[in-house]
């Protein structure tokens, strides 16, 4: 189970499913070619499998921080049927793995979904007696606000199923929080806009004595997009939003020392991004 300390906080990765996806054109990320990625040779061979398929990575972060233990998405979860899944339902040890990275469900103090997508939201609910309840019981559940209208305002069937199964019980428990895009949860954690893949998508900043890390969230899918930040999947809902976003960004975090983790990045997942000529790479 990978782990960075950061300061005071220690940050752990908790995996659901890590799959690589082939190309083809219809693929959510069109511009990423098998010929296109031999031109970042630093891809290979945590990133890209060697017949050029982007590997992808659905995991949770756990911030252990001074007074917080936090969950940042939730994932999938157990017993959802999915489209992304081919309506198949996941029966994972998600929880155990949880408990055994060293915060239990029952101790959790905060749960942030970056977005309200099927993957970043499963796990804040579990079936129990055949009703939806929420995993982290003893929890409260950040939304961005901005996020939440907008997910309220989206009509398709699946949609309505996610509210349904994965966000509403949350809310009739009580235990939502709709807040700003920069609300701040701890001296040491924050979140920060970082709109485009939605209206309301947020990352979350980590800082503590002098250093930093930001989980992406969706900001950006693969390592790929730091070396092409234009390059939008077919999941940004506003692509070109989300290119200007990533751009900055990429900028923004080039030749600094802030740990960058993506939260759909394979393993190792964190490292540095770095000048490359004109361009930027992704140093782990």
Not at 17 to 35: G, H, R, T
Not at 60 to 79: S, Y
Not at 178 to 207: C, F
Request: aromatic share 6%.
């Amino acid at each position: 189970m990978l782990s960075w300390q950061v300061g005071d906080v220690k940050i752990t990765r908790v995996v659901e499913l890590e799959v690589p996806i082939p190309y083809s054109e219809s693929s959510f990320l069109k511009q990423a070619s098998p010929e296109a990625l031999k031109s970042m040779p630093w891809l290979s061979p945590h990133f890209v499998t060697p017949e050029g398929a982007l590997i992808l990575s659905i995991h949770a972060l756990l911030v252990d921080a001074p007074g917080l233990k936090l969950v940042v998405d939730t994932c999938v979860g157990n017993d959802k049927h999915r489209a992304m899944l081919r309506g198949q339902a996941l029966h994972t040890d998600f929880l155990k793995h949880i408990a055994e990275a060293g915060i239990p469900r029952e101790e959790v103090d905060a749960v942030v979904c970056t977005h309200l997508h099927v993957d970043h939201v499963g796990w804040n609910t579990m079936l129990e007696g055949g009703k939806w309840v929420p995993t982290f019981p003893n929890a409260k559940y950040i939304i961005g606000k901005r996020e939440y209208e907008h997910r309220l305002s989206e009509s398709d069937a699946e949609a309505a199923q996610i509210m349904d199964d994965s966000i509403k019980p949350i809310f009739d428990a009580g235990l939502a929080q709709t807040v700003e895009m920069d609300h701040r949860i701890s001296p040491e954690v924050r979140l920060m806009p970082t709109t485009g893949h939605t209206p309301g998508h947020v990352s979350v900043v980590i800082e503590s004595k002098g250093e930093s890390a930001i989980i992406t969230g969706d900001m950006m899918h693969h390592p790929c997009q730091i070396g092409h930040p234009d390059w939008s999947s077919e999941f940004d809902g506003d692509k070109t939003a989300a290119a200007v976003t990533r751009n900055a960004m990429v900028k923004d975090w080039a030749d600094s020392p802030s740990l960058i983790i993506g939260t759909h990045f394979a393993a190792p997942t964190a490292g540095y991004i770095k000048r490359d000529g004109a361009s930027y790479r992704f140093e782990v």
